[in-house]
């Protein structure tokens, strides 16, 4: 390891992969560790140590990539050329008063986080200054910047995703430039507070929601400005009904009016998911069905013996369970698995205590990710219980995992997944290293192509994307997201890419 600044750390010909192992190992030809200053506001010994980053890579004539938790599963973040991890590059920071804000009523509800900062760090933050969120994925381990610079969803009904709560973006770009990134019918900061911090100062709202998802490909990402709303508890229950006809409705309608009973309440709730175990959808409790109404924030006291309450945690502890069972083992013991790991269960606590804080221990997770219109929610599932079962009589081939789903509104970001008003997300949680899993997502997505059902892939989860379905999915707003590329990096278009975003069609 070598010292190469102050807060700058390289080290040569690391291999790299992602958390869960299943993104083949690549070896990096330098590996850089950025920090901040000693001082929690001495940011700016960061971005220094970025702007090096940069540098080093363009006169190597190199390619560059950053990585936070690696939780990605798709290659979106490995490289042969350089790579930076910014996982130290972690604060928020309190760096405005109020003359340094367009609209100084701002002050304290946007606030300026680093792009390696976790989300459930960052929750914890702001429920200490009795702030939120407005929404996150299924875990808060993942870092703010890979969260949403890959287009991660979130899960509230009548929220958009993560990277629609981004008000500015900082890149460090071409030449170690550094740029903010904020829209024209929305300024955030001064032009004075840009010049005093040596940033370039760029109004665009095409601009924005083409950064907020970049993946990585419009330079390196320091901080984001997120804006946050009041804090508020989630009332949270989740019960154990069957895949009724009545509920398949609702899943598709999102009609709430509609006499299906929800647990803790009536109308439309804040958050709705359903999990389904694929193998028991004729079972009176073959679904679990997660409901949280929105309550004033209220700090609970701490479970008796120090534990934590997190009722998102026990799809991990059921992957978990199913990492020792043999892919044939999986139809007649998952639902038996799910009675023990996911029980009912209700919890009135702050947004930032109800969801995982942290990336799964003791298992190696993988997914993949689907958005669509909301009316087509049923006619997805039943393309998927459909390849399921084909799965298991022609191939042999037991998916290990659940099929989940969740609801959001449309992003305006321009290659986000959750194009559709309302979207419908569906993860496919399940297990790494099981062989025959990455040929089961090939033919379903082939199914749901030959059934007309209109979907969007998660960029940082299985996918098996092609430039082709990338220009077909995304039409004038890829053309607009290069267009925008291009204004930034000229010339150095070629620094931020790898081999990844070169097959999909991004950056070739």
Not at 200 to 218: M, N, P
Request: charged content about 20%.
């Amino acid at each position: 390891m070598t010292i190469v600044q102050p807060g700058l750390l390289m080290e040569r010909d690391v291999p790299i992969t992602n958390f869960s192992g299943n993104v083949p190992s690549v070896t990096a030809k330098r590996v850089y560790a950025v920090r901040n200053g000693a001082q929690q506001n001495d940011w700016r010994q960061g971005v220094k140590n970025l702007q090096r980053v940069v540098t080093d890579a363009e006169q190597a004539g190199e390619t560059l990539r950053g990585m936070g938790t690696a939780w990605s599963f798709s290659p979106c973040a490995v490289t042969d050329g350089f790579l930076v991890n910014v996982l130290a590059l972690s604060r928020v920071l309190d760096v405005w008063s109020p003359q340094d804000l367009e609209d100084p009523s701002e002050l304290g509800s946007v606030v300026l986080v680093q792009a390696g900062a976790r989300v459930g760090a960052v929750n914890d933050y702001l429920m200490q200054k009795q702030r939120s969120l407005r929404t996150m994925g299924g875990r808060g381990g993942q870092t703010i910047g890979g969260a949403a610079l890959t287009g991660s969803h979130g899960s509230q009904i009548d929220q958009r995703p993560i990277p629609d709560q981004i008000r500015g973006v900082h890149l460090i770009g071409r030449g170690g430039e550094s740029l903010w990134i904020e829209a024209a019918s929305r300024p955030l900061v001064t032009d004075g507070w840009a010049q005093k911090e040596g940033m370039k100062l760029v109004r665009d709202d095409d601009l924005l929601d083409a950064a907020v998802v970049s993946v990585g490909c419009f330079g390196l990402v320091h901080a984001v400005a997120l804006e946050t709303v009041d804090g508020f508890n989630l009332d949270f229950h989740r019960v154990r009904r069957p895949l009724s006809d009545e509920l398949r409705a609702l899943m598709r309608t999102l009609d709430f009016g509609a006499g299906y009973a929800l647990p803790g309440g009536t109308g439309r709730p804040y958050h709705f998911e359903v999990v389904i175990n694929p193998y028991a959808t004729a079972a009176p409790d073959g679904v679990s069905l997660t409901v949280c109404w929105k309550k004033p924030f209220a700090v609970p006291p701490p479970p008796p013996g120090g534990g934590s309450l997190q009722p998102g945690a026990e799809v991990g502890d059921l992957l978990a369970a199913l990492a020792g069972l043999a892919p044939g083992a999986v139809p007649t013991t998952l639902q038996l698995l799910l009675n023990q790991q996911y029980p009912p269960k209700t919890v009135d606590a702050p947004f930032a205590i109800v969801f995982p804080r942290n990336v799964p221990v003791g298992f190696k997770p993988l997914a993949a990710e689907l958005s669509l219109p909301v009316a087509q929610a049923d006619a997805a599932l039943q393309v998927i219980l459909a390849e399921i079962d084909a799965s298991r009589a022609q191939h042999q081939f037991a998916y290990p995992g659940l099929v989940s789903f969740r609801y959001s509104q449309a992003t305006r970001a321009l290659i986000g997944m959750a194009q559709f008003g309302p979207t419908v997300t569906i993860e496919f949680p399940c297990m790494a290293g099981v062989s025959g899993t990455g040929d089961f997502f090939r033919r379903l997505f082939l199914r749901l192509d030959q059934a007309n059902v209109d979907y969007r892939r998660h960029w940082g989860q299985i996918n098996f994307l092609n430039p082709g379905r990338v220009a077909s999915d995304y039409g004038a707003k890829l053309t607009t997201w290069k267009a925008k590329r291009a204004s930034v990096l000229g010339a150095s278009a070629s620094l931020f890419r790898n081999a990844y975003t070169d097959a999909v069609g991004l950056t070739a």
